[in-house]
T-cell receptor, first 112, second 114 residues
Framework: LAKTTQPISMDSYEGQEVNITCSHNNIATNDYITWYQQFPSQGPRFIIQGYKTKVTNEVASLFIPADRKSSTLSLPRVSLSDTAVYYCLVGDSPGGYQKVTFGIGTKLQVIP | EAGVTQSPTHLIKTRGQQATLRCSPISGHTSVYWYQQALGLGLQFLLWYDEGEERNRGNFPPRFSGRQFPNYSSELNVNALELEDSALYLC?????????????FGPGTRLTVL
C-alpha cells in the first residue's frame, strides 16, 4: 500500500485559494487518489477522487501530474468553515482502502 | 436518506472491562469499516466487514473484535480495556458496487477508559 506524506498544518486567509500537496512516491498502477475532510468531533467526509490529470467538483479540484507521484488538492476561495483536517489516501478501489491508515492529515486553519 | 449511525455517543469504562460499540450503515451498503482515532493521531484502520464476514484487519491485538449482522449493522467489541484504548471510534459504510468505494462516516463513539 502506498504511503502518503502531506504537510502537518497550513494557514490561509479567507478568500484565498489553498493548495495542499500530497506525496505518494510508490503509488501503484491501480491506485486511485482520494481526499477526505474532517471537522472536529465528526467523521471524515469524502471530498474528491482522481486517477490522473485533473478532476473538479463543486467543492474542490484535484491535480495529478503524469507520474502520479504526488497530487494537489485545491480549495478555491476558502472560508472559515473550511477549517478542518484534510487527509490524502491512495489505494485501488474497491479493496485497497481497507487497510489504509488515514494518517495525521493536514490541519488547515482559515484566518479571517 | 439516513446516514451512518453509531451508539452510544459516549462510553466510559474502567480498565479491564469490556466495551461494545454499535454501527448501522447506510441502507443498501454492505461494507462496514471501523477506525480508531486517538487524540492527536490519525485514523487507524481496525476492521472491515462485508456481507457478514471479516474481510480485513488492521494492526490491533485480538482483544479488538467485531461482527456484522444479517442486516449489515455491526458491533465492535473491545475486551480487557486499557487506558490507551481511549479514543474516538468511527464507523464507515460503503457500497462495493459503487466504483469509487467512497466511505461514509458516522459521528463516532467517544470511549474513555479510566
Amino acid at each position: 500500500l502506498a504511503k502518503t506524506t502531506q504537510p502537518i498544518s497550513m494557514d490561509s486567509y479567507e478568500g484565498q485559494e489553498v493548495n495542499i500537496t500530497c506525496s505518494h512516491n510508490n503509488i501503484a498502477t491501480n491506485d486511485y487518489i482520494t481526499w477526505y475532510q474532517q471537522f472536529p468531533s465528526q467523521g471524515p467526509r469524502f471530498i474528491i477522487q482522481g486517477y490522473k490529470t485533473k478532476v473538479t467538483n463543486e467543492v474542490a479540484s484535484l491535480f495529478i501530474p503524469a507520474d502520479r507521484k504526488s497530487s494537489t488538492l485545491s480549495l478555491p476561495r476558502v472560508s472559515l468553515s473550511d477549517t478542518a483536517v484534510y487527509y490524502c489516501l491512495v489505494g485501488d478501489s474497491p479493496g485497497g482502502y481497507q487497510k489504509v491508515t488515514f494518517g495525521i492529515g493536514t490541519k488547515l486553519q482559515v484566518i479571517p | 436518506e439516513a446516514g451512518v449511525t453509531q451508539s452510544p455517543t459516549h462510553l466510559i469504562k474502567t480498565r479491564g472491562q469490556q466495551a461494545t460499540l454499535r454501527c448501522s450503515p447506510i441502507s443498501g451498503h454492505t461494507s462496514v469499516y471501523w477506525y480508531q482515532q486517538a487524540l492527536g493521531l490519525g485514523l487507524q484502520f481496525l476492521l472491515w466487514y462485508d456481507e457478514g464476514e471479516e474481510r480485513n484487519r488492521g494492526n490491533f491485538p485480538p482483544r479488538f473484535s467485531g461482527r456484522q449482522f444479517p442486516n449489515y449493522s455491526s458491533e465492535l467489541n473491545v475486551n480487557a480495556l486499557e487506558l490507551e484504548d481511549s479514543a474516538l471510534y468511527l464507523c464507515a459504510s460503503s457500497s462495493l458496487m459503487a466504483g469509487d468505494n467512497e466511505q461514509f462516516f458516522g459521528p463516532g463513539t467517544r470511549l474513555t477508559v479510566l
